[in-house]
């Protein structure tokens, strides 16, 4: 039988017996119910003459909530605020590439509903605009900017998804790392390192055994510290928490159609307290996003289409969020994704990472790690930490310690995968045909394997 993948935009047949074939996964059709967003915003009570923080993802993601921010800036209105501060939350991103278009947009529409406003963005570097509250059980320092500790009531605008850390991406990521100092954000995605920080894993699930990522914890802690006080008059006081909001929510794909995704306005979302919407926004995406399938030698994945499939680098999310917990030790899988890099990237990380700083800590480690021991990896990049390098401790993980060796199908040079131990394929169905013959494993197929989460029950972890 053919078996459909992406290449991009351009779908591939992948011609392999059904017998061999153990699972087939692909971005699912959506036949769940609709949310209209005027039915959350009728939800939305807040008390009046009230500063109210609104805070926002950065452009680095699709938002949905940009589309609605003129129905929400009006609802808001009515409550007759002091002032709205809107926050940015850019983390560590660059600020005018990912923000400087959402702020002109939420200017514009405040001055024409008639509001007081203000817009921030998070500038992780500069120390004197955080306060810091103390530090989490995982030792984080809860550095937040002083600007969003003013407000009196707070409300998240967030859009969810399954993440490849955190487990599924949720307001706490809006805190840290959203709105938090850059050496907060260090220290927290140095869990990244721990095998039990992966998709799926979050402290909101409702199954026990898929609470324990400590990468979630410390962001849900950062996020209540922060809830739990205001500064006012240059001094903390406690507030009450029970009068915030979260509105979370995403828009499905109804249907994929010829391995391309067509993406129709199915809206869901819910609104409510912050930690009650957590737990609904998890629920929901465990029963989209989330699939059980069992182990196999081989698996074929597709990361997707446009900026999942542009660089090394971002192909490497479909291996956390899918290959790494489905694949057997010493397996193997091919990848399909043409990594061809942005139309402006410079030649020298084109293709291989989004920016020079990505490939120096990235790529340039895997070549310096190329012939290093695993447990050599482990302890260099525990002692010399940096954002960027959990994803190079991630790729050597599987090579090294699990010895699964990773093939691709792109448009790479081949000595630029040669030199990180990556090896390149220009016949594919050659290299399917070679193991169907060998007969001694089967075949799982992801397709969009940036998008979904593929698990292995029972999982185990091992050091």
């Known amino acids: 039988m053919k078996y459909k993948i992406n290449y991009n935009l351009k779908s591939i047949d992948l011609d392999i017996p059904d017998e061999k074939v153990s699972s087939y996964l692909t971005y699912p059709d959506y036949k769940g119910e609709t949310v209209k967003y005027s039915d959350l915003l009728s939800k939305l009570i807040i008390p009046q003459h009230k500063i109210i923080g609104v805070v926002i993802n950065d452009l680095s993601r699709k938002n ?6 003129p129905a929400f800036i009006k609802k808001i209105k009515e409550f007759q605020p002091q002032i709205v501060k809107f926050f940015i939350a850019n983390g560590t991103h660059e600020i005018i590439t990912n923000t400087a278009k959402l702020q002109k947009q939420i200017s514009e529409i405040a001055d024409e509903v008639g509001i007081k406003y203000s817009v921030f963005t998070n500038e992780c570097d500069d120390k004197e605009k955080y306060i810091n509250l103390g530090k989490t059980s995982f030792g984080t320092d809860i550095l937040i900017l002083k600007e969003w500790m003013t407000t009196e009531i707070r409300i998240y605008l967030h859009e969810s998804k399954p993440h490849y850390m955190s487990g599924y991406s949720l307001i706490d990521k809006q805190m840290l790392p959203g709105l938090s100092a ?3 954000t260090v220290h927290n995605h140095k869990f990244a390192l721990d095998e039990h920080s992966g998709p799926g894993r979050t402290y909101w699930n409702e199954n026990l055994k898929d609470r324990n990522n400590p ?7 950062f996020r209540h510290k922060t809830e739990k006080y205001q500064l006012k008059y240059g001094r903390l006081i406690e507030r009450d928490r029970n009068k915030d909001l979260a509105i979370d929510m995403f828009q499905c794909t109804a249907h994929a159609m010829n391995s391309v995704l067509h993406y129709v306005e199915k809206l869901w979302g819910v609104i409510g307290k912050p930690d009650n919407v957590c737990r609904k926004v998890v629920q929901k995406n465990e029963e989209i996003y989330k699939f059980k399938v069992r182990s196999t030698r081989y698996v074929i994945v597709s990361p997707g289409t446009n900026s999942a499939c542009e660089s090394l680098y971002t192909t490497q999310r479909c291996l956390d969020m899918t290959v790494n917990n489905i694949i057997e030790d010493k397996g ?3 990848i399909f994704s043409p990594c061809r890099g942005r139309h402006d990237a410079e030649p020298d990380y084109k293709g291989l990472t989004p920016d020079l700083e990505s490939k120096e800590l990235f790529y340039d480690n895997l070549i310096k790690m190329k012939d290093w021991k695993f447990s050599q990896v482990r302890e260099y990049i525990d002692n010399n930490f940096k954002l960027y390098m959990w994803k190079t401790h991630r790729l050597l993980r599987l090579m090294k310690q699990r010895q699964v060796k990773i093939y691709l199908y792109s448009e790479l040079n081949d000595n630029l995968l040669a030199n990180v131990n990556i ?9 399917i045909n070679e193991r169907i013959a060998r007969d001694d494993g089967d075949f799982t197929i992801i397709n969009f394997g940036n998008r979904i989460i593929a698990v292995n029950e029972p999982r185990i972890y091992t050091n």
């Open 423 to 431: 090896i390149p394929i220009k016949d594919y169905q050659l290299w």
């Open 332 to 334: 193997e899988v091919l």
């Open 182 to 184: 850059r050496e907060s």
């Open 64 to 69: 949905p909530h940009q589309k609605y921010l």
């Open 215 to 221: 990468f979630s914890i410390d962001n849900v802690e």
